[in-house]
């Protein structure tokens, strides 16, 4: 089972540029999340989305941008990258979200490095 | 200001000591999640607690809900090399909008170094 899938895994960026970076499932779970980690940070939401053309913004939105055409695809795109985007960016997924309850299964993750 | 405080940050023990890890809030959660990470891998789910007072073990991992549900704990016994990770919680609230939709809110997570 491949699960959630992220690519790439490494990126580095010059500031400015811009970049996508894919989210795919295969467990056809409703909630896609993204996440980005800093050292010592945890992890903060960017965006989610409850389904298929649902999407909203989580705690960390600014400079990011997100889209969901089908149940298995929650690409994020940084359109014009800064220094402070630099991180790990993790992408989830869950069945469903009674009383929030429901485990999140994550990629691996995409180290972003802006220059 | 952290919504849910992990402590403490980091902790390196000998293998076979015992250890307990725990996440404070002043909000109350629905319920929590603790993952375990590890170094180029997204976090996996240990455990979630639902009910206020909920003891739930895993072998040698104890998890443990406040009776107000603003709190949890992690105990492990015997620590193992293999439980060498980051450990985060994770605690689920109504979400930023929208009825129904939940969030998680993570802790910064503890770094535990188990020395063989």
């Known amino acids: 089972n491949a699960g959630v899938t992220q690519t790439p895994k490494f990126r580095i960026l010059k500031i400015g540029q811009s970049m996508t970076l894919q989210c795919t499932q295969d467990?056809?779970?409703?909630?896609m999340y993204w996440y980005r980690q800093d050292p010592g940070m945890g992890l903060k939401l960017i965006y989610y989305?409850?389904?298929?053309?649902?999407?909203d913004k989580g705690e960390v939105p600014n400079g990011y941008n997100v889209s969901r055409s089908t149940t298995e695809d929650f690409p994020l795109r940084l359109e014009l990258a800064a220094p402070s985007q630099t991180s790990v960016y993790f992408c989830?997924?869950?069945?469903?979200?009674?009383?929030?309850?429901?485990?999140?299964?994550f990629g691996n993750g995409t180290r972003l490095t802006v220059t | 200001t952290q919504l849910l405080e992990q402590s403490p940050q980091f902790l390196s023990i000998q293998e076979g000591e015992n250890l307990t890890v725990y996440c404070n809030s002043s909000?109350?959660?629905?319920?929590l999640q603790w993952y375990r990470q590890e170094p180029g891998e997204g976090p996996v789910l240990l455990v979630t607690?639902?009910?206020?007072?909920e003891v739930k073990k895993l072998k040698r991992l104890t998890f443990q809900f406040g009776d107000a549900r603003k709190d949890s704990s992690l105990h492990i016994t015997a620590a193992q090399p293999g439980d060498t990770g980051l450990y985060l919680c994770?605690?689920?609230?109504?979400?930023?909008?929208?009825?129904?939709?939940?969030?998680?809110?993570f802790g910064k997570g503890t770094k535990l170094s188990v020395i063989p």
């Open positions: 989830a997924s869950s069945y469903s979200q009674g009383q929030g309850s429901s485990p999140l299964h």
């Open positions: 467990m056809n779970h409703n909630y």
């Open positions: 909000s109350v959660f629905s319920s």
């Open positions: 989305s409850v389904g298929a053309g649902i999407t």
């Open positions: 994770a605690g689920a609230r109504r979400g930023y909008s929208g009825a129904g939709s939940y969030q998680l809110t």
């Open positions: 607690v639902v009910t206020g007072g």
